[in-house]
Structure formats: C-alpha cells, structure tokens
C-alpha cells in the first residue's frame, strides 16, 4: 500500500513536470508576446522593447527562461509581466472567489443529478425516462452562454435576483446579513447555469450505473426472496451503483480552472477563469503557466486521492 | 437473456437460427438503431443539414443573390419575412424579395450568412474530429500493437500512455483559448487545435480494442499468413476497433461546433470573412433587445444540430452496446 502510493506520487511529479515543460514550450514558442499587446501605443520605443524584453529574461534561451520561472514560482517570488504583482497571492484571491461558485454549482449538481438519474433507471422507457434523456441532451448541446443570457433578460425581468458580479455596487455600509444576502443572491443563477451541464452528464451517467446494477443477480436473489421494492433499489441496488462516483471526486477539482472561463466571463465574476482569460489577452505568461500548472497539478491530484478512495470503498481492490 | 435463447424458449428455433445466420452486424445495428425514435429524427436533421451545407456553399460562392457579404445599409436591421428596400440594386436583392431570416447590423442577409455559416461551423466540426480520430487511432493503434517493443527504458506502450495522460492534464478549453489567442487568428489554427487536444479518449478506446484483437485468431490467421503488418492493421484490426471511434466521433463533432461558439464568444473564433454560427451568435448578442432574431437564430440552429449530433451519437451507442442487444 505505501510502497504503491509512494511510487504512484513519483510518477504523478514526473508528468507533473512534462506538463509543465511542455506548457512552457507552448506558450513560448507561439508567435505574440508581452511586448506586442499594444503595438500602436506611441510611448512604446524599440528601446523599451529591448528592455522590457531583457526584464522578462524573454531573450534568454527557452530552458533557462523554464528555470526561472521555477525559481521563482517556487520560491514564490513569481511576478506577474502585466502589473508586477506577485502571482500567487494574485491567484489565491481568485481561488477563494471562485471556491463560492464551483462549491453551490457541485451542491447542485450532485443534489439533483442523482434522484432523477436513478428515478429514470427505475422507469426505464417510461415518459419520465424519455423525456428527462430528452433535457439532458438538450442541456448538453445549448451553448452555454446562449442559455444564461437567456436565463439573464429572464430572471432580472420576472425574479429582481442580481445577475452581475459578486455584490451590489454600495453595499459596504450595510448590515451584515444583508451584505450576506446579497452575496448568496448573486451566486444563484451563475452557479446554476454552470451546474446544468453537469446536471445533465452525472444524471445520464447514474441512470447507465443502476441500469447495470439492476441487471445483475444479487438484486435478481433480493428481489427473489421477497424484499420490498425500494429496499432493493436503494439499498442492494444503490449501494453498488455508487462505487464508481467515489472516483468522480477527484475529477471535480480540475473543473474549478477549465469550465468557469465563459460562465466567470458573462457574470462578470472575478474568479480564477477570469484571471486566466485577462491573462492571455495580456500575453501575462507567469499567471497563465502557474494557472495551467495548477490546473495539472490539481488533476493529477484528483485523479490520485480518486485511486485510493476506490481501493477504500471497494474490498475488491487491492493496491499494489 | 440473448436473443437466441428467448426465441428457443417461445418454441421457436428455426426463426432464432435464421436470425443468427443471416443478420450482418450492420443489419443488426440498423435495426437496433431504427427503434430509437430520437436518434432517427436527428439522422433526418443532419441529412438535411448536410445538403444545407453542401448547397450553401455552392449557392454563397456562385449566385450573388446569396452572397452573404453583400453589404445594404439601406436595409440593416429588418425583421425575418421583412420586403426588401426599393433602393436596394436589382441584382442583389434576396430571392423573391424578402429577406427569410432578415438582416443584420450592415444590412446584410442573415439566411445567406447563415448558409455560409452552416458550411463552414460543420467543416471545423469534421475537420477538428478528423484530425483527432487520426492522431487517435494511430497512437492507440501503435500502443495496442507495437506495446511490448522496447525504446530504451521503456516500452512503446508506456511512452504512448504516459503521454496521453499528460495530455488529459491540461485543462482543454483554457489550453485551447491559450494556443487560439496566441496563434495568429485564422480557421485552420482553430481546427487543428481543437483537433489537437481532444485525442486522447479515442487512442485509449483504440489501445484497449486493439489488445483485445491482438490475440484473436482472425489476427493471428493474418500474422501466419504472413501479410505486412500496415495491412493487418489497417485491413484487418481498425475496422474491428472502429465501432466505439465513430461514436465519440458524432459526439466530438457536436462538442467541436461548441468549442467554437465559445471562442467566438470569448473573441478568439472565426474572423469575419467566414460567418460560422458561433460568430453570428456572440455578433448578435449585443443587438438582443434591438434584433432577437439575430441571436435567437444562430442560438437555436447551434442547439437543434449539436443536439442532433448528440442524439445519433447516443443512439449509436445504445446499438452497439453488447449488453443493451440482448434486450
């Protein structure tokens, strides 16, 4: 066991590292850089570019250019091209304010996906199956930002709920509870929106899990030897069907960088997403490899802590 | 309980035995996709969509009726079923004199843009998935069949994974969006790069198909034969592995024209001369008190066929399913 966690974390380091140095590369090797975000601003001599150039080590051959941004990322120092903040406190910042919305969004999804999914198994071929498969399809194939500006002009017309942003702009003299409030209303509909996607995949993806587990013998036996109906369904049946969503976890975090990018985008979101995209319009290279390179680490981690909880929830398993 | 053994049980074997014998594995599919009503209504949908496209392009690029560049400022912003202006000139006024879908913020028509766009949306579609089905079936095909050959310290097998893994490590939209709006803005960068990034869940269906094949005795018929090893797995194996390939390929096709409406969104898609459906959406979202219809008809084109897409994608699969046939 330890043995196997132990070499698995080296292997995960190793890629870890490729994905960097391959990050690296990319971002690099394409054409645009820092120094050509605004061409046309007269104040910018050649002489600046040299120096601005010199500045960033972008003259430097690229695995020195790696190096230093390593040193620096780990010593923490990293500064970002764009304002010379540094870049970790920077992202931490945007963590903590897309930490609200990925949390409400996973709440949602999970809370929702499951009965319905699982109430769609049972009524295989029913109406409720039938059309609960239609929605979720539907759900997956609308563009994501078509939807939510729909659901915007929808809800700020009907409901009053604020849409944009994290607060009411002249709030900060309010109680307490109100700013609360306020901060709960904004996160409604943006962590909705991006909780349907979700919502529609997990809910498929339950229904095919307990469609398997209804088929096999054990629940033919419980069913055989005169249990309730829902005590099969929920408790021989449901039990088994869950193993494979202990791995599911460890998928989730990644989701926090990659999906927020257009959801943080259309409600003006100060998060993680967003700070990826200014970034890239910037040609900000330290926040965008140390956002990738957390995305990656993120990942592998997830896919880690997802390997063990399987080996703990499944006695069939045994990690070598 | 399989077919076979269902009928013997109704009392009715020779009826199982023809069934066995004379149904090929397409038939097989075909019957068993048939029965999907929604799959079939988005066959039908993408049947249509495909003449649309292919006769889009041909109407868009030789009769200036369709030119979808056709700038009349005279007639910007009128609504679908709208007449046209007298002062527009005679020989680019739409057909029969209305504009079907209306006109955008230059007054150009929209159902031309639109059928411009359709050709253009679908061809990043199948390009980008072409591109990843290709890299796809090579890599999974190499390490399914060359994976005990040794380089060096490791196996093909392990290189090829390995690197698939650090692949699905990089967020796949925020590397998109990175290598798109870093790269001069142009379609083909888009395409390639879709392509580029969204192989790796086919080199790893194909890698499992082809260990699978590997021991088969129709493979190993072949090896004793003694025919090139290119012909044995490009005749003999892809054909067999290429059933779970087409349905996440139907699918990535339907996540590709996503993909690009959302930079189009972002500002990183298609650039102006080519109209995609994405582009003429994240266009029309700034007139969607002004003009709904320039918003709400890209939206619900983009929907209805990436639906489709995702429709025949699920209903293939559902087919192809082992352990669904038996129902």
Redesign the interface.
Known sequence: MWSYILRNLLQRLVLLFIVSVIAHGVVHLAPGEPTQVDPSNPRMKPEDIVKIRKAFHLDEPLHLQYAYWMRDLLSGELKSFKDSQPVLPKIWDRFLNSLPLFILATIIVWTLSFPTGIKAAIRRGSIYDRSTAFIAYTLISVPGFFLSYLAILWVVAVLGVPVIGMRTFGMEDAMPWFQGMDRIWHLVIPSLMSALGGIAVLSRYVRSQMLEVIGQDYVRTARAKGLPEDQVIYHHALRNALLPFVTMFGFLLPGLIGGSVIFEQIFAWPGLGRLGYDAILSRDFPVILTINFIAAALTLAGTFVSDLLYAVADPRIRLH | MGEAEKNRHNGSPDRAAQAVIYETPFDEFWRLFKRDR?AMVGLVVLVLLLFMAVAGKALTEWWVVFDPSTVNLVDKFKSPLSQVSTLVPVDTRPLLGVYILGTDELGRDVFARMLQGSFVSLSIGFIAVGISVFIGILLGGLAGYYGKLRLGIMTVDTLIM?FT??M????????I???V????PSIYNIMIVIGVTSWMGTARFVRAEFLALREQDFVVAAQAMGLPERRIIFLHMVPNAIAPVLVSATIGV?TAI?TE??LS??GFGVQPPFATW?NI??DG?GF?FDAPWL?FIP?LA??VV??A???VG?GMREALNP?LRQR
Do not use: M, Y
């Open positions: 929604l390995r893994d650090v699905l490590c990089f967020p796949t939209f925020f590397l969006l990175t290598v709006a870093l790269l001069p339907a996503l409406s959302a969104f972002l994405g959406l994240s979202k969607i918003f939206g983009i929907l990436v639906l897409f995702n429709l699920e352990k």
